[in-house]
């Protein structure tokens, strides 16, 4: 967990100061919301345990699912710019976050320019995964959408330790679809296709990427697409 959200250049001096800045650690029960859109910001929130997701309301009251978070990132971020925040996180099971106050953190900052450099790099990657996802959105077909889901999941798992190609989708098939702007139909039919030409195996909600390089030749446009039906021309048009 430490990988993604701390740097290693970090003495255990500088660890001891971090630790002392979390105000509590906080549990978090499965559908329980952590923050809500419109709420005040100005604490930080890193997972410890669990996974969570970030839901958006559009003008007609509508929700709109944004993104996936795990352990070793931040939540709360959201806040920074307009004190408020612009969305809303939601526990996808029983999870942990240790609250860190954004102002705290501001004064420390100046004394490990080590930590600065790394929370703005994790700035920089959250605005190219917002950006990478407006362009799947818009620009790719529904197989194309679900490939690029799956291989970055397993990315982010491998960046905490865990393997690249055998994990447990936390979230469900109706989450998945939501984010990916497709239907629940959509994804079964895809994630049955993938399983028949061996790309995947699937168990409930343990996954393993039985063929990455297929997976990866799919998100890249290079493996044919299915027959256009109603649910891929609408990814199509989305």
Same mark, same amino acid.
């Given at each position: 967990m430490r990988s993604p959200c701390l740097p290693d250049s970090l003495s255990a001096d500088d660890l001891a100061r971090i %630790?002392?800045?979390? *105000? #509590?650690r906080r549990r978090v029960l499965r559908e329980d919301v952590l923050y809500r859109m419109g709420d !005040? $910001?100005? +604490?930080?929130? *890193?997972? #410890?345990? $669990?996974? /969570?997701k970030s839901l958006q309301a559009d003008r007609r009251g509508g929700q709109h699912? +944004?993104? /996936?978070? @795990?352990?070793?990132?931040?939540?709360?971020?959201d806040a920074l710019g307009t004190g408020l925040h612009g969305s809303t996180a939601v526990a996808l099971e029983d999870s942990e976050v240790c609250e860190i106050p954004y102002a705290r953190l501001l004064e420390l900052m100046p004394r490990m320019p080590g930590l600065l450099a790394h929370f703005h790099q994790m700035?920089? #990657?959250?605005?190219? !995964? %917002?950006?990478?996802?407006?362009? /799947?959105? $818009?620009? @790719? !077909? *529904?197989?194309q959408r679900l490939a690029s889901f799956l291989l970055d999941l397993g990315e982010r798992y491998a960046m905490r330790g865990y393997s690249a190609r055998s994990f447990l989708l936390r979230m469900s098939r109706d989450d998945i679809a939501g984010y990916l702007g497709l239907t629940l139909e959509c994804i079964s039919r895809q994630l049955a296709r993938f399983r028949r030409n061996g790309w995947i195996r699937l168990d409930k909600r343990a996954i393993e990427l039985t063929d990455r390089d297929a997976l990866l030749a799919l998100a890249a446009g290079l493996q044919p697409a299915l027959p256009i039906d109603s649910d891929s021309a609408r990814a199509h048009a989305a």
């Amino acid at each position: 967990m430490r990988s993604p959200c701390l740097p290693d250049s970090l003495s255990a001096d500088d660890l001891a100061r971090i %630790e002392q800045l979390v *105000a #509590r650690r906080r549990r978090v029960l499965r559908e329980d919301v952590l923050y809500r859109m419109g709420d !005040r $910001g100005g +604490t930080l929130y *890193a997972i #410890r345990l $669990g996974h /969570f997701k970030s839901l958006q309301a559009d003008r007609r009251g509508g929700q709109h699912l +944004t993104g /996936f978070q @795990m352990a070793g990132e931040l939540l709360g971020m959201d806040a920074l710019g307009t004190g408020l925040h612009g969305s809303t996180a939601v526990a996808l099971e029983d999870s942990e976050v240790c609250e860190i106050p954004y102002a705290r953190l501001l004064e420390l900052m100046p004394r490990m320019p080590g930590l600065l450099a790394h929370f703005h790099q994790m700035l920089g #990657r959250e605005i190219l !995964r %917002e950006q990478a996802v407006m362009i /799947f959105l $818009g620009n @790719m !077909r *529904a197989d194309q959408r679900l490939a690029s889901f799956l291989l970055d999941l397993g990315e982010r798992y491998a960046m905490r330790g865990y393997s690249a190609r055998s994990f447990l989708l936390r979230m469900s098939r109706d989450d998945i679809a939501g984010y990916l702007g497709l239907t629940l139909e959509c994804i079964s039919r895809q994630l049955a296709r993938f399983r028949r030409n061996g790309w995947i195996r699937l168990d409930k909600r343990a996954i393993e990427l039985t063929d990455r390089d297929a997976l990866l030749a799919l998100a890249a446009g290079l493996q044919p697409a299915l027959p256009i039906d109603s649910d891929s021309a609408r990814a199509h048009a989305a």
